[in-house]
């Protein structure tokens, strides 16, 4: 099949929609259609799990998750919402069960458990809410807890966030009865760290800072991690703002993705050995302005990436035995969106 379907999530601040879908053509190596998929407030991350979407939303001083079926023409029908919350999330995660629904809160710094029915989809209630605490040298950006994702650990036992304004790592166990603490690892100080992705070995992750524009190597083992080794993701002679944003694996694990607002590029690195090392390939320019997320289409040929500030969608070529990236358009546009996500 030559069309591959996508959905991006976006801010609702000026001209965004919330979800909207597209369509990439694999044989004219195009995106061939985008299109609102649900207006939404605020929908700036989702998720999809089966034949289900999940989508942050926000409605006045409201905040929460919305749950959609996703019908056999692709388009969406809401299932339920639960908006018991006041700040709007920025990232979330579905269990592998189905079970369970994990959310990172910027603003206040805290996650949230929600559970969900695995059949259905619908969203049953709010679980629990866990503060972060603490602050990092970065007196603007790190004056408290900032968390900025959050996921289930590949062996299913944990969930890990990454906190922005502690430059912490934190590892919780959960269940009904909610959240409960058991590892936090320091990372260096006033890195940021932003989103993280693991091998899929589960042995290592792969830890992107905001702050410091670094890809950290960690290694993990039964809810612990440790740092084994950094590197920048622009070069070393750029002293512009830059910022990373998002992080991926190419779905054959050898390369990873790391996106830089600032800098506007996408570096990409080759991973070595079991994972325990990466090496910078090249770091090629984005097309557009403020590179937030993107992602890999499921054959590994293709990367869309989404800008926040002209809304943008780049497509790009990658070439599986070097893990390079070749622009072959961007004139496609999805305003202000933030997440990319494919079927």
């Known amino acids: 099949m030559s069309e591959v379907k996508g959905w991006i999530g976006s801010y609702t601040k000026q001209d965004g929609k919330g979800i909207y ?32 979407l999940y989508g942050i939303k926000k409605v006045d001083n409201k905040a929460g998750i919305q749950s959609y079926q996703i019908k056999d023409d692709g388009s969406l029908a809401v299932i339920n919402d639960n908006l018991s919350s006041t700040d709007s999330a920025c990232h979330i995660w579905v269990t592998q069960d189905g079970k369970y629904l994990l959310e990172a809160v910027y603003g206040p710094g805290v996650v949230r458990l929600y559970k969900l029915d695995s059949e259905s989809g619908e969203i049953l209630e ?46 919780f166990t959960f269940d009904d009865a909610g959240f409960k603490r ?75 993705y790391a996106s830089n607002r600032g800098h506007q590029s996408i570096a ?25 997320d993107f992602n890999i289409d499921p054959s590994d040929t293709f990367l869309v990436c989404a800008h926040e500030v002209d809304g943008v969608l780049s497509l790009f070529e990658r070439d599986k035995a070097t893990g390079r990236l070749t622009l072959l358009e961007n004139h496609q546009r999805a305003p202000e969106g933030v997440c990319v996500q494919f079927l």
């Open 268 to 292: 990409v690195f080759k991973v070595l050995g079991e994972g325990e090392k990466i090496e910078l390939v090249e770091i090629v320019g984005s097309a557009g302005d403020w590179p937030r």
């Open 21 to 52: 879908s597209f369509t990439l053509d694999t044989e004219a190596k195009s995106i061939t259609k985008v299109e609102t998929a649900f207006e939404v407030p605020a929908s700036t991350y989702i998720m999809q799990h089966g034949d289900k």
């Open 126 to 171: 709010l679980i629990d809410v866990a503060q972060q605490e603490g602050t990092g040298p970065n007196k603007e950006r790190q004056d408290h807890a900032h968390t900025h994702y959050i996921q289930e650990t590949p062996d299913g036992k944990y969930a890990v966030a990454v906190d922005l304004g502690t430059d912490e790592v934190i590892t």
């Open 182 to 256: 058991v590892h936090t690892l320091k990372v260096e100080h006033g890195m940021g760290p932003r989103h993280l992705v693991f091998n899929e070995n589960g042995k290592y992750a792969y830890l992107f800072t905001e702050l410091s524009n670094e890809v950290v190597v960690l290694k993990y083992a039964d809810g612990i991690f440790e740092m084994l080794s950094k590197v920048s993701s622009i070069p070393g002679d750029f002293k512009e703002n830059s910022q990373g944003a998002a992080i991926r694996l190419s779905h054959d694990g050898k390369y990873l």
